[in-house]
């Protein structure tokens, strides 16, 4: 039944069935024998059609049930979406390439036209929700303020800065605003939390129960470690590479950036800010001081997937964390081409001289068992810095507590500080203004210290909110609103933070010293520019936020629901029915 999709396989599989079958019955009596035999028959026939195999065993299993092969089919037709590009670019490639070059011609034009279409479209969308407005006036305002830092003016390429911009907010737009976008990144959000679940089965037998439900160390940490394994195995397979090159290669069409730089700003949305590098290393020493700054930006401006899964355990929303991953690539390399133009001569305008490497390991055991051993460094760092951090700012706020009391200020701390200095940003970021005082915090604790501690942070006020605690005791903000998760999620999902500095420097200088003056040149206006990349991420999502759920429809939330003990959505419908 299964080769009955392709008769020239069923016709195969008799043959070499039925030839075999001559060969055993004479010089093979042994009943064992045979059907050792034929199985191995059967087995390298479907080795050789391994194709036909897997899409009938995917049709299959769509027709037994559909819900539960969800994840299959889904996987099964990104295989083909990315299979039909390279088809395409192979034997279409160069006809589209020339087709495209009257476009290219009208860029200016084509900018134009989008831009009076995006102003048309803000128009209509915010005519019920005019704060979204604010959202993009912070998106203005920070184009205009790294416009003004920027290196060269004169030489900024304006199509990579407006397709890269165009590329986040359209994919904003698929997985905040349209439902089909929405549920599927939900899913796959969930799918992910299911996935890194697996990681129990690990840390529960070696540390025991009681540890890895209490214990931060315990609870977060091994999480890591099943990831990065994960990551190896893909690395190693030459998968990852794959997805990495297929990526880059829409990247770089669309914002005309060259090979390398875009191939590890799209290696950033996997792995961290010094592993994305390795992807170019043997041409990091040619490279220009741009493509450069654009690798240092993607690092700043983006999270690895090991601690993705970290972040997933403390309850913040997974689709919010992947979609601003994402989101952040094309972004990085339109804000890093705003800051400093590119003014040299490349090596490396066409893709085809860039070559990814696959893993060195031997076999899949070994590249498994080296990519959990790699893990312990990064955990180390990690618990290292969450202790030390932690314990500086016990330390400067105990200062700044007592300098405060010398002149009758009570209750001066770091957090009270950023929840000043940093109001306005927040404020243009979208966030009503009685959230802004602890979204500054958060940020300021991102930016000066790093982003674990403040998605930790987050994810307090996440819990306290969903446990349906009162909005304001004591005079106190307890909790901020979903819209201001949301936008703070996207805001805090970077490495963008003073540490990194020095682990950028560090990893890149070990890969091209050569290059050790050009790195430390540029290592400041990257950082910078990567910590914009998160706050403009941050306001695409506020510009594209709708409310979902009670917040969207109370009247149908209150008629399905049981009032067994308080939450979160009863307090919304609540209060907004007492406001009426």
């Known amino acids: 039944q299964m080769y009955q999709v392709n008769p020239k396989s069923s016709n195969y599989f008799m043959e070499e069935g039925l030839c075999l079958k001559e060969v055993i019955d004479k010089k093979q009596k042994n009943k064992k024998t045979k059907i050792l035999t034929y199985t191995y028959t059967f087995t390298a026939v479907i080795a050789k059609n391994w194709k036909q195999a897997y899409f009938a065993y995917v049709l299959t299993a769509c027709i037994l049930n559909f819900q539960r092969a969800l994840a299959l089919f889904v996987l ?40 009076v279409g995006l102003i048309l479209w803000l128009i209509l969308d915010t005519a019920q929700r005019p704060k979204q407005l604010i959202s993009f006036a912070g998106i203005c305002m920070f184009v205009i303020i790294l416009f003004a830092c920027s290196k060269y003016h004169f030489a900024v390429s304006w199509r990579a800065v407006f397709w890269g911009l165009m590329l986040e907010f359209a994919l904003g737009i698929l997985v905040i605003r349209t439902d089909p976008g929405f549920a599927a990144f939900q899913w796959l959000g969930e799918q992910i939390q299911i996935f890194l679940n697996y990681t129990v089965a690990g840390s529960s037998f070696v540390f025991g129960d009681a540890l890895i439900k209490d214990v931060f160390a315990f609870q977060a940490l091994p999480i890591i470690v099943f990831f990065s394994c994960v990551m190896s195995v893909l690395y190693y397979l030459g998968l990852m590479q794959w997805v990495i090159v297929k990526i880059a290669w829409i990247l770089q069409i669309t914002l005309g950036t060259t090979a390398t730089e875009t191939l590890s700003v799209a290696g950033n949305i996997f792995v961290g800010m010094t592993e994305a590098p390795l992807l170019i290393r043997p041409y990091l020493p040619d490279m220009t001081s741009s493509e450069i700054h654009a690798v240092m930006t993607g690092g700043f401006a983006t999270i690895s997937g090991t601690v993705l899964g970290a972040y997933i355990t403390f309850g913040i929303d997974p689709a919010s964390l992947v979609s601003a991953s994402v989101m952040a690539a094309p972004c990085a390399l339109a804000l890093s081409k705003l800051v400093y133009p590119e003014v040299e001569e490349s090596k490396f305008k066409n893709k085809e001289g860039v070559k990814l490497p696959r893993g060195d390991q031997k076999n899949i055991l070994e590249a498994a068992s080296s990519g959990a051993a790699d893990s312990i460094g990064l955990i180390a760092n990690i618990a290292a810095n969450l202790i030390a951090f932690l314990a500086v700012l016990a330390f400067i706020n105990a200062v700044l507590s007592w300098l405060g009391e010398m002149v009758n200020i009570e209750g001066l701390s770091f957090q009270v500080i950023c929840s000043y200095v940093l109001r306005p940003i927040v404020f243009m970021m979208g966030v009503n203004w009685e959230d802004c005082p602890m979204v500054a915090e958060m940020l300021g604790t991102k930016f000066f210290l790093n982003e674990f501690v403040a998605y930790e942070r987050l994810s307090q006020y996440k819990n306290k909110r969903l446990s349906g605690i009162e909005e304001w005791v004591g005079g106190e903000k307890q909790w901020i609103s979903v819209r201001a998760e949301i936008i703070t999620t996207f805001s805090l999902c970077g490495f963008a933070n003073l540490s990194s500095m020095g682990i950028t420097l560090g990893g890149l200088t070990s890969m091209a010293p050569t290059r050790k003056s050009d790195f430390a040149k540029l290592v400041t206006r990257a950082l910078l520019t990567g910590a914009c990349v998160s706050l403009v991420n941050a306001c695409v999502a506020g510009i594209l936020y709708v409310p979902r759920g009670a917040e969207a429809n109370c009247a149908s939330f209150l008629n399905t629901t049981n009032f067994t003990s308080p939450s979160y959505e009863i307090y919304v419908c609540c209060r907004e029915f007492f406001q009426r």
Do not use: D
């Open 76 to 115: 099964t037709c990104l295989v083909l979406f990315f299979l039909a590009c390279s088809l395409i670019r192979k034997h279409f490639g160069k006809k589209l390439l020339r087709y495209g070059k009257p476009f290219e011609n009208s860029q200016l034009g084509l900018i134009a036209v989008a831009l």
